[in-house]
């Protein structure tokens, strides 16, 4: 099934990305104090906390519009382009909707910080 795709933003945006990995394990405690465990499912789903600063105002408006297209119900691609090399797709919702903040000014124009959380489906 074909989705949409994250809009990019802006050319040279101040992207960070914390990412977290599900623990797919069951583990259950005997009387003798072993622990007994397997896995619930075989894969890690990864979740990332990423923060868009210094976003433009006609970036805020794309975020804004793509937000409202597929909000947490939709999957999506987004691209996790930390490494230039070999950057990862991921299809993914959005965990929590982004929130979108006053940062600074630059280049004569009042910038915005957005944050939000995808997770892999």
Same mark, same amino acid.
Do not use: C, N, W
């Given at each position: @099934?074909? +989705? #949409?795709?994250?809009?990019?933003?802006? !050319?040279?945006? &101040?992207?960070? @990305? !914390? #990412?977290?990995?599900?623990?797919?394990? %069951? !583990? &259950? !405690?005997?009387?003798?104090?072993?622990?007994?465990? =397997?896995? $619930?499912?075989?894969r890690m789903r990864k979740t990332l906390k990423v923060t +868009?600063? /210094?976003?433009?105002? #006609?970036? $805020? =408006?794309? /975020? %804004?519009?793509f937000m409202r297209s597929v909000g947490s119900w939709q999957p999506f691609y987004f691209t996790d382009n930390r490494d230039d090399a070999n950057p990862e797709t991921l299809t993914v919702r959005f965990t929590k909707l982004p929130e979108l903040d006053d940062d600074k000014w630059a280049a004569g124009s009042k910038r915005f910080k957005a944050t939000f959380e995808v997770t892999e489906i």
């Open positions: @099934m074909a +989705y #949409e795709t994250f809009p990019d933003l802006y !050319k040279a945006p &101040d992207i960070s @990305m !914390k #990412e977290t990995f599900d623990d797919p394990g %069951i !583990k &259950d !405690k005997m009387e003798d104090g072993a622990v007994a465990s =397997r896995p $619930r499912y075989t +868009y600063s /210094l976003l433009t105002p #006609e970036a $805020r =408006r794309i /975020l %804004i519009q």
